[in-house]
């Protein structure tokens, strides 16, 4: 027996999918303003879905707080760009900035499990929107605008916040996929599956789920700054509020929790419905929580999970293959 | 004095926590459930309330009818969600019973709308009736009562769980499911009471919640952050526990808004976090929950 970690299929779509950046990029100069917007959308989607499944699908952790890091990036951003820095480089230093303050609320959170790891998360959540909206200078409840934005035309904020979004999408997806390869994605998956045996072959549990939190911190909050940069209004209200981490739950257990495509999948299912039913608001989000109940419940691996199952197919590479060795 | 009667009001206020909570604590208990949904349960309760007493019918008629039918709604939601979602393992049911919560709060939104509705109007004067015990402290009779039905029904859950065949049997499905299903206790039936009991006490707790304050469709998911603090800093598996958790919580909201209206919530949540980490500091990891401390060591 061989161990193998590609096969011809996922080396081609790999490669494919790095190859795709390319016109991608070019899409700005290319279609109309109207599916560039989607398509940003659509790459925060993927950013989201990918944090929480990195979190619920490879380190077990369900989180119902993940909004505490998309509103934090975006109000640190505000910060930032009231006090002059640039406002592009302010939406990548709000993001680590939140993850700065993930850090420590990791060290606490962490040692928490299950249910009381996911309300504990809300609670943070909670915290950091109260604490927010004491701060006068984002206008409290009512919120402010990102104004420095203004001085960028809609075209070129529109192609910059594009490639923000295709930007960071791909980084951390490429992060996302490197960790997993990496010895510390085997040890999380070790965790996930039993925490206590993990531990006592020697995997470092709190160091390997500090990791994927302080991620997940970062590519929720860099989610949030670009969503403040594309809708240009911080209402704490709406950036910290709990749908956020409904609609990840929703794309993460649609897509498939625990495969790298899986969420990607997840999301572009979420952007489809959203552009077709989002106008119905109420039903729409009735329909979003049944979904997730049904497929918790009925397709507990989801869309790509099921079809990961019965076609064996690996599109990324993030685990290993055993192969009869050639005689 | 005006201290003194924030502590008051406080302390009152956490019986209305305690009744809320002590359903989840239950099923976290006995099935190592922590029901997202249970704020919105409490919540439907309340609105079914509301309907009824809308239809002339006085609201504690009302709890004569909502709380059986809650009741059923809880074993139902034991039997069809939560049973198969514990078989496929730890994270499904915290999944399935977030999505309950955005349904029911959605559906309860799309029938209702935003306004915030209360009980109030329906419960005659003893909303507003009060004993004044000084010139600064005034109790609510409304408030006092639901201190006492609060305390009086941890009592009979307590002596429930300690002395009836089927509180043993939630004992000792608590303790270890596999070992009492050897000695004939049937599981999932146990389940499926336990879910029952933490529903109706949850829309009992929504029905005072109604007539205390008000209520909109999305109030559930604070009713569930409030019971969880309460439940966490009383420490779990404990009824009593519970309460003293409850007590501290409002103790702290009402000081918290005191100082400034606005601190209200975040005082609570500061508390909880408080008592997060002095049990971790005190124990150096996280308790998973036994609910063999809430009848079995000091019995």
């Known amino acids: 027996m061989r161990v193998r970690r590609w096969t011809r299929v996922s080396a081609v779509s790999t490669t494919s999918v790095v190859l795709l950046l390319i016109p991608l990029a070019f899409v700005p100069a290319v279609l109309s303003a109207d599916a560039v917007d989607k398509l940003t959308t659509l790459f925060i989607y993927v950013i989201l879905a990918a944090m929480w499944n990195a979190l619920a699908g490879y380190a077990g952790l369900v989180s119902v707080g993940q909004q505490a890091f998309f509103g934090l990036g975006a109000y640190a951003t505000i910060r930032l760009s009231q006090h002059g820095v640039g406002v592009y480089p302010a939406l990548v230093l709000g993001a680590l900035l939140a993850a700065v303050v993930a850090v420590p609320i990791s060290l606490f959170m962490l040692r928490l499990r299950g249910g009381e790891f996911a309300i504990g998360m809300w609670v943070v959540a909670e915290v950091c929107f109260g604490l927010v909206i004491l701060d006068k200078s984002v206008g409290g409840l009512t919120g402010t605008s990102l104004i420095a934005l203004k001085q960028y035309s809609p075209n070129d904020q529109r192609a910059y916040n594009y490639w923000m979004a295709l930007g960071a999408a791909a980084v951390l997806l490429t992060t996302l996929f490197l960790l997993l390869r990496s010895r510390t994605g085997a040890s999380l998956q070790a965790i996930r599956d039993d925490e206590e045996a993990a531990a006592s072959v020697g995997v470092r549990v709190l160091a390997g789920k500090g990791i994927v939190f302080v991620l997940a911190a970062f590519g929720c909050a860099l989610a949030g700054t670009l969503w403040l940069a594309t809708s240009i209004t911080f209402q704490p209200k709406s950036y910290f509020g709990v749908e956020w981490t409904a609609y990840m739950i929703f794309m993460a257990l649609a897509g498939g929790l625990g495969t790298f495509e899986g969420p990607i999948l997840g999301a572009i299912v979420f952007f489809v419905i959203q552009d077709q039913f989002g106008d119905n608001g109420v039903w729409y989000l009735v329909g979003l929580g049944a979904a997730a109940v049904g497929f918790a419940l009925l397709l507990p691996r989801g869309l790509w999970g099921t079809l990961q199952e019965r076609f064996d197919l690996h599109l990324f590479p993030v685990g290993y293959r055993l192969r009869r060795a050639a005689t | 004095m005006i201290w003194v009667n924030q502590v008051v009001q406080g302390v009152l206020l956490g019986g209305y926590y305690a009744l809320l909570a002590c359903g989840l604590s239950l099923m976290f208990g006995v099935m190592r459930i922590i029901n997202l949904a249970h704020g919105a349960l409490a919540v439907l309760g309340a609105f079914l309330v509301f309907v009824l007493a809308k239809h002339g019918l006085s609201?504690?008629?009302?709890?004569?009818?909502?709380?059986?039918?809650?009741?059923?709604?809880?074993?139902?939601?034991?039997?069809?969600?939560?049973?198969?979602?514990?078989?496929?393992?730890?994270?499904?049911?915290?999944?399935?019973?977030?999505?309950?919560?955005?349904?029911?709060?959605?559906?309860?939104?799309?029938?209702?709308?935003?306004?915030?509705?209360?009980?109030?109007?329906?419960?005659?004067?003893?909303?507003?009736?009060?004993?004044?015990?000084?010139?600064?402290?005034?109790?609510?009779?409304?408030?006092?009562?639901?201190?006492?039905?609060?305390?009086?029904?941890?009592?009979?859950?307590?002596?429930?769980?300690?002395?009836?065949?089927?509180?043993?049997?939630?004992?000792?499905?608590?303790?270890?499911?596999?070992?009492?299903?050897?000695?004939?206790?049937?599981?999932?039936?146990?389940?499926?009471?336990?879910?029952?009991?933490?529903?109706?006490?949850?829309?009992?707790?929504?029905?005072?919640?109604?007539?205390?304050?008000?209520?909109?469709?999305?109030?559930?998911?604070?009713?569930?952050?409030?019971?969880?603090?309460?439940?966490?800093?009383?420490?779990?598996?404990?009824?009593?526990?519970?309460?003293?958790?409850?007590?501290?919580?409002?103790?702290?909201?009402?000081?918290?808004?005191?100082?400034?209206?606005?601190?209200?919530?975040?005082?609570g949540h500061v508390v909880f976090l408080a008592a997060l980490a002095l049990r971790l500091v005190l124990t150096g990891v996280g308790v998973r929950g036994g609910f063999r401390a809430l009848v079995g060591e000091h019995a």
């Open chain 2, 59 to 267: 609201p504690w008629v009302a709890l004569v009818v909502v709380l059986p039918v809650m009741g059923v709604a809880g074993w139902a939601l034991q039997r069809v969600i939560l049973e198969r979602s514990l078989r496929a393992g730890e994270l499904t049911p915290l999944l399935a019973t977030f999505g309950l919560l955005i349904v029911i709060s959605n559906l309860l939104f799309e029938k209702f709308g935003a306004d915030e509705r209360s009980l109030f109007p329906y419960i005659g004067t003893l909303g507003y009736d009060s004993w004044t015990i000084t010139k600064q402290i005034t109790i609510a009779k409304l408030y006092a009562l639901i201190f006492v039905v609060a305390v009086a029904l941890l009592g009979t859950l307590q002596l429930f769980l300690r002395h009836t065949q089927l509180g043993r049997a939630l004992r000792a499905t608590a303790e270890d499911p596999d070992t009492a299903e050897l000695v004939g206790v049937n599981s999932s039936a146990v389940y499926a009471a336990a879910a029952a009991i933490a529903v109706a006490t949850a829309a009992l707790a929504g029905a005072f919640l109604g007539m205390r304050s008000s209520f909109n469709a999305y109030s559930g998911s604070d009713q569930l952050i409030f019971a969880f603090e309460a439940v966490v800093i009383g420490g779990i598996g404990s009824l009593w526990g519970t309460l003293a958790g409850g007590i501290v919580l409002g103790v702290a909201q009402n000081i918290g808004a005191q100082l400034n209206p606005q601190w209200f919530l975040l005082a």
